[in-house]
């Protein structure tokens, strides 16, 4: 019998091999292929414009160190049967099904409170459906209620394959070269101790760089302050045009999906609003926003034509708040120049705040498997750069305006 292959060439890691009818049943979903429209990185394109890279190129990207990593891990005794590895692949596959337009940026706004991971379970169980219950195990793995618990730490923890993935592909399409991890060397790190994911203390160092490169990206990619302009003035788009569709204003409508979440969803979550929120993608909000651009509501069409143009918000960042006096002052301004009522101004002056964590101890952990058989994690390690510090947040405080 001859096993249908697929082979997938990457920019990033060369040639990657789909050859299971599951996985080909998987990717060949409309669900699935709906991810070719998503940025992977929303706005970050205004900042790095090799940043175009889409959610299917990590979820292939990802897939594909899934497949180094159980490999890896077989090689050194580690039980895994068939069934569980074509299962862990499908649910690396489809992790982040789950998405939405613009990724990040608009979570938790077209859908308010849903997190993407629920949105992905609820697809998961949507597709495991049509699939009469082959994803079962997969299901069970992607929500931790497998008793290998090893299998959904390669797909969720703090050294996931998702990470390992983003951060290089990030780094790749962008040009920032402080993302570039071993991914290559952690995999053969990798071990598995008292049922539970582990790095041998040999790669030690290799975490090391994963913890730092990932706080590096952070503040030079994923934070950058131009990225937070550009995804602030996204989200008081959506804002501003929620608000004018309560009053039924008709001509708002793209004839898209995006007048359903607009005027019929109730915030309750079904079957058709997940049929709904899954015909929404990037496409939708970039018509949406040039045709919004033309609107005779003033903040609406300004919102829309600077991102078009990417005349964004004046932001700045800094470790304490703004003072009141800060702000006033430029929502003084901003009224002088804008014809606007102060009931608006908060469109045009606004703060916020941005956090970013190396390491959350309260998630899955990493820990080192020494050869003496004992375990630490990695914050307890005496090391010049790794130590109690490691999992202490930074936050910042950002003010956006539209004064020059």
């Known amino acids: 019998m001859t096993v ?6 990457d920019p990033v890691y060369g040639f990657i091999t789909i050859n299971h009818p599951l996985l080909f049943s998987i990717i060949a979903h409309p669900y699935y292929q709906r991810l070719r429209r998503i940025h992977q990185m929303a706005l970050a394109y205004l900042v790095y414009p090799g940043a175009v890279h889409t959610r299917l190129h990590h979820s292939l990207g990802a897939y594909h160190l899934m497949c180094m990593a159980v490999n890896e891990l077989k090689n050194k005794g580690i039980a895994i049967t068939d069934e569980e590895e074509i299962a862990v692949k499908a649910a690396i596959l489809l992790h982040d099904v789950g998405h939405g337009a613009f990724s990040h940026a608009l979570e938790n706004h077209i859908l308010q409170g849903v997190h993407h991971e629920t949105l992905s379970l609820e697809i998961m169980h ?50 920032v070269s402080e993302g570039v991890i071993g991914y290559d060397r952690i995999l053969k790190m990798l071990t598995v101790h008292n049922g539970e994911l582990m790095v041998e203390e040999k790669g030690i160092y290799s975490i090391e760089k994963f913890l730092v490169a990932r706080r ?35 001509d708002l409508k793209t004839f898209g999906a995006i007048d359903y979440f607009l005027y019929e969803y109730t915030g309750k979550m079904n ?71 102060k009931s608006l101004i908060d469109y045009f002056v606004l703060t916020g705040t941005t956090i970013n964590t190396m390491y959350k101890t309260e ?36 003010i956006c305006s539209l004064i020059p």
């Open 271 to 341: 079957e058709e609003v997940l049929q709904k929120f899954c015909e929404l993608d990037d496409t939708d909000f970039t018509f949406a926003i040039k045709k919004w651009s033309k609107h005779n509501d003033f903040v609406l069409s300004s919102l829309c034509k600077r991102l078009l143009n990417r005349q964004l918000y004046k932001i700045q960042l800094q470790h304490e708040p703004f003072s009141e006096e800060k702000l006033d002052k430029l929502k003084y301004k901003a009224m002088q120049q804008f014809p606007i009522k």
């Open 363 to 398: 998630d899955e952990r990493i820990n080192i498997l020494f050869k003496d058989g004992t375990v630490k994690d990695i914050s307890a390690i005496d090391n010049p750069l790794i130590h109690h510090t490691i999992a202490a947040p930074i936050k910042k405080f950002y």
């Open 4 to 9: 249908k292959r697929k082979i997938i060439n």
């Open 216 to 250: 590096q990206m952070y503040w030079q990619v994923y934070l950058h302050k131009t990225v937070v302009a550009a995804e602030t003035m996204l989200v008081n788009i959506l804002k501003r045009v929620k608000e004018l569709s309560k009053d039924g204003i008709e």
């Open 126 to 175: 949507s597709i495991n459906k049509e699939l009469k219950g082959q994803l079962d195990t997969t299901i069970a793995i992607f929500t931790n209620n497998y008793p290998k618990k090893f299998l959904h730490q390669l797909i969720s923890g703090q050294l996931d394959v998702d990470r390992m993935d983003y951060l290089t592909r990030d780094s790749f399409f962008t040009g």
